[in-house]
């Protein structure tokens, strides 16, 4: 582990299967789905605002510059680990894999095309739902993870614990560039829709492509699960797009933040039983 600019890379490499069951949370298999649905985007979604954030570091002042480089440091690393999983996954799977080259193509179309302020922005309200889910997670940890697979856990604790640790990065450097509101809400419309409409056309292949196909369940567990999160998501979002706000006015989710405080990034554990970490 390196630390620079206040936050800390942590050098994770995750030992997953030859290749991974979507539906590796059992007893919650359309959870899984959803949380594979957001990892289909991260090796597109993250390198594009993490060059808008790289190609304006040499511009901004001491300490944010640092912060900054220490960011796409720590998102690197996230789109690194997410592609190593998401090739397990999608073994064997031309649903997800038709879904993924969809979004290849719109984040690489919004990466030549859009301004960089706008590419600072998207980055901006990314971060935001990103923490927003951070929070969401943290407090149904137990449903999403208890007894699932630990590198699988691991790899989406270690993502959403970091999110949180570098919420203020991306809305800091934004401000110091550009900061204009109306882009920022244009911006966090369009990354919200794009997530929204990806995380339904993946889960949907899964579920297709899975004995749950024909069972009812999975398909109305998503509708509360989904709204849930929405519920979290969309007011923090509503707020961050107003002047005066600041990602620090966010309160950290305690579960997250402690596991990360013990998380062993060489072995990709943590060194605690699951009771002795806070309840959600």
């Not at 960089?116 to 990314?126: G, H």
């Not at 409409?197 to 749950?212: E, K, N, P």
Request: one cysteine or more; glycine letters at 6%; charged letters at 25%.
């Amino acid at each position: 582990m390196t630390s620079t600019g206040g936050l800390t890379e942590r050098r994770v490499r995750l030992a997953h299967g030859d290749e991974v069951d979507p539906a590796w949370n059992a007893r919650r298999p359309e959870l899984a789905f959803a949380v594979n649905a957001v990892s289909l985007l991260m090796p597109y979604a993250e390198p594009y605002f993490v060059r808008a954030v790289r190609g304006v570091a040499h511009d901004l002042d001491e300490p944010l510059r640092s912060t900054a480089v220490a960011f796409c440091a720590q998102e690197a690393r996230h789109h690194g680990e997410h592609r190593r999983f998401n090739d397990r996954l999608t073994v064997d799977r031309p649903g997800l894999v038709r879904v993924e080259g969809w979004a290849r193509r719109s984040y690489g179309w919004l990466d030549r095309t859009r301004s960089t302020r706008f590419s600072l922005a998207f980055a901006a309200a990314s971060e935001t739902i990103a923490f927003s889910i951070a929070r969401w997670a943290d407090r149904h940890d137990r449903v999403l993870f208890d007894g699932v697979e630990p590198s699988t856990a691991a790899l989406f604790r270690w993502h959403l614990a970091e999110e949180v640790e570098h919420k203020s990065v991306a809305h800091d450097v934004y401000e110091a560039v550009d900061g204009s509101r109306l882009r920022y809400a244009l911006a966090a419309f369009t990354t919200l829709s794009l997530l929204a409409w990806f995380t339904v056309l993946a889960v949907l292949a899964q579920l297709w492509g899975s004995r749950w196909r024909w069972s009812p369940l999975p398909w109305l567990r998503l509708v509360p699960w989904a709204v849930s999160i929405g519920f979290v998501t969309v007011p923090n979002l509503v707020v961050a797009s107003f002047p005066g706000h600041h990602p620090r006015d966010f309160t950290d989710p305690p579960g997250l933040v402690t596991w990360l405080r013990y998380f062993d990034p060489a072995t990709g554990t943590v060194p605690l039983l699951e009771g002795d970490l806070p309840d959600r």
